[in-house]
């Protein structure tokens, strides 16, 4: 596990855009593993900015978003679907029929739906490079708290503290779903790659249970622990309440010098 410790967003935004460009020119036909939410957003608008310049083609990228609300249209403004095409899919070239995002308004057959995005990710050929964000009660995807380590796609009762942080986005407490069809975390697990962002104090507490708490299935992050390689990009204030914080900057300048491309 690498952490990475930056000074603030732009810099974590900018880092993370780094390693994902240089993966996705060294690997065309890359099969990304996408996220939501505030963290990534910088993320995005770096990887359009290079895509814009000429420096970056995604023609040739598949991507599989980790999670959708459940009854919420495509069109609909807080849903993923929304939210993907808005920050980044209509303003890259990666083709539209390779991007995918669990589809929160089927009503029935949830297994078999779920399934099915588990066998587009093995047809694709697993996911090589997976963005995840941290919730602040410690969920990757919506796998909230006490989520099985082993679980695959699935759906998903929210948590009060997830329904709590997000319920400002809609217009009343009664449009917040109630549910969503997240990645599980055995998905998250299989992919080859994890580049988690966090930035902000409010992510303090799960970043450091993530990284130096017990490995629970009350801390969904904390499964990360066996995962062989993740790298954590999280500014000053995210890193608040790591107690290994010098040690996490001596590996990494260790790192630079032995295997930098480790950091790449
Ligand atoms: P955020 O959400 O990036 O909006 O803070 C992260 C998450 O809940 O996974």
Redesign the pocket.
């Given at each position: 596990m690498l952490v990475v410790i930056k000074k603030d967003y732009q810099e974590v935004s900018r880092e993370a855009a780094r390693i994902v460009a240089g993966t996705v020119r060294a690997k065309p036909d890359i099969v990304l593993g996408l996220a939501t939410?505030?963290?990534p957003l910088g993320l995005y608008k770096e990887l359009v900015a290079l895509y814009q310049t000429g420096s970056l083609d995604f023609s040739r990228a598949t991507s599989f978003n980790l999670d959708e609300y459940l009854g919420l249209a495509h069109s609909h403004p807080q849903s993923f679907h929304h939210f993907m095409h808005h920050n980044f899919l209509s303003q890259i070239n990666l083709p539209a029929d390779r991007a995918h995002i669990p589809d929160g308004t089927i009503t029935g057959k949830y297994d078999e739906y779920c399934a099915g995005y588990e066998q587009a990710i093995k047809s694709a050929g697993g996911i090589e490079l997976q963005i995840l964000?941290?919730?602040r009660n410690g969920?990757i995807g919506f796998n909230e708290p006490t989520s099985s380590l082993a679980s695959r796609t699935r759906l998903k009762a929210l948590s009060r503290e997830t329904a709590e942080d997000n319920r400002h986005f809609f217009s009343s407490a009664s449009e917040m779903p109630q549910c969503a069809i997240t990645m599980g975390i055995g998905t998250i697990l299989d992919s080859r790659r994890v580049l988690l962002l966090a930035s902000g104090r409010s992510k303090a507490a799960a970043v450091a249970k993530a990284i130096e708490g017990p490995i629970t299935s009350s801390v969904s992050a904390s499964a990360l622990q066996m995962h062989p390689d993740v790298t954590f990009i999280i500014d000053e204030e995210a890193a608040y309440s790591l107690t290994q914080r010098d040690y996490y900057r001596h590996v990494v300048e260790m790192t630079k010098i032995f295997t930098p491309e480790r950091l790449d």
């Amino acid at each position: 596990m690498l952490v990475v410790i930056k000074k603030d967003y732009q810099e974590v935004s900018r880092e993370a855009a780094r390693i994902v460009a240089g993966t996705v020119r060294a690997k065309p036909d890359i099969v990304l593993g996408l996220a939501t939410g505030s963290t990534p957003l910088g993320l995005y608008k770096e990887l359009v900015a290079l895509y814009q310049t000429g420096s970056l083609d995604f023609s040739r990228a598949t991507s599989f978003n980790l999670d959708e609300y459940l009854g919420l249209a495509h069109s609909h403004p807080q849903s993923f679907h929304h939210f993907m095409h808005h920050n980044f899919l209509s303003q890259i070239n990666l083709p539209a029929d390779r991007a995918h995002i669990p589809d929160g308004t089927i009503t029935g057959k949830y297994d078999e739906y779920c399934a099915g995005y588990e066998q587009a990710i093995k047809s694709a050929g697993g996911i090589e490079l997976q963005i995840l964000g941290i919730g602040r009660n410690g969920h990757i995807g919506f796998n909230e708290p006490t989520s099985s380590l082993a679980s695959r796609t699935r759906l998903k009762a929210l948590s009060r503290e997830t329904a709590e942080d997000n319920r400002h986005f809609f217009s009343s407490a009664s449009e917040m779903p109630q549910c969503a069809i997240t990645m599980g975390i055995g998905t998250i697990l299989d992919s080859r790659r994890v580049l988690l962002l966090a930035s902000g104090r409010s992510k303090a507490a799960a970043v450091a249970k993530a990284i130096e708490g017990p490995i629970t299935s009350s801390v969904s992050a904390s499964a990360l622990q066996m995962h062989p390689d993740v790298t954590f990009i999280i500014d000053e204030e995210a890193a608040y309440s790591l107690t290994q914080r010098d040690y996490y900057r001596h590996v990494v300048e260790m790192t630079k010098i032995f295997t930098p491309e480790r950091l790449d």
